[in-house]
């Protein structure tokens, strides 16, 4: 399994003097879907395959705001309700910009990257579709 993702320390990573505006997605382990008690997720990815798909998604972030710094963690592996399994940070100059490309970077993530959840309920379980 996977090591817990540190929030404080993606910030401190990202931040830059220059740094206006720093936004931060983290996704968590939610306790229910469409009214189901949601016991765990388990994730599992391509790893070679979603780290090539992580890095163009994050040139094409560069190429369409003025980002500074950017950071991408996922995690596999089992995680319980209330895990994070997914921080992306941006730092640039301006909230716009890190607000937009932080959207951009989760939106492409959950759409391109070949990684995959499932969900485990107490009377069964079901691989979800990686969309937003």
């Known amino acids: 399994m996977s090591r817990a993702l540190e929030v404080q320390a993606c910030i401190d990573w990202v931040m830059t003097p ?3 505006g720093i ?3 983290i996704g968590t382990v939610r306790n229910a879907t469409k009214g189901k008690q949601v016991l ?3 994730f599992e990815a391509y790893e070679a395959m979603a780290l090539k798909e992580i ?3 994050v040139a094409n972030a560069f190429e369409q705001w003025p980002v500074q710094k950017l950071l991408v963690h996922h995690r596999v592996g089992v995680l319980a309700v209330g895990e994070i399994p997914v921080i992306i940070a941006v730092s640039c100059a301006h909230r716009d910009a890190a607000f ?3 959207r951009f970077v989760i ?3 959950k759409q391109t990257v070949p990684i995959w959840k499932k969900e485990v309920f107490e009377d069964g379980e079901t691989w979800v579709a990686a969309h937003p």
């Open 40 to 42: 765990r997720l388990e």
């Open 100 to 102: 937009e490309a932080c």
């Open 23 to 25: 936004d931060v997605f």
């Open 107 to 109: 939106d492409n993530l």
């Open 55 to 57: 890095e163009k998604i």
């Open 18 to 20: 220059e740094s206006g």
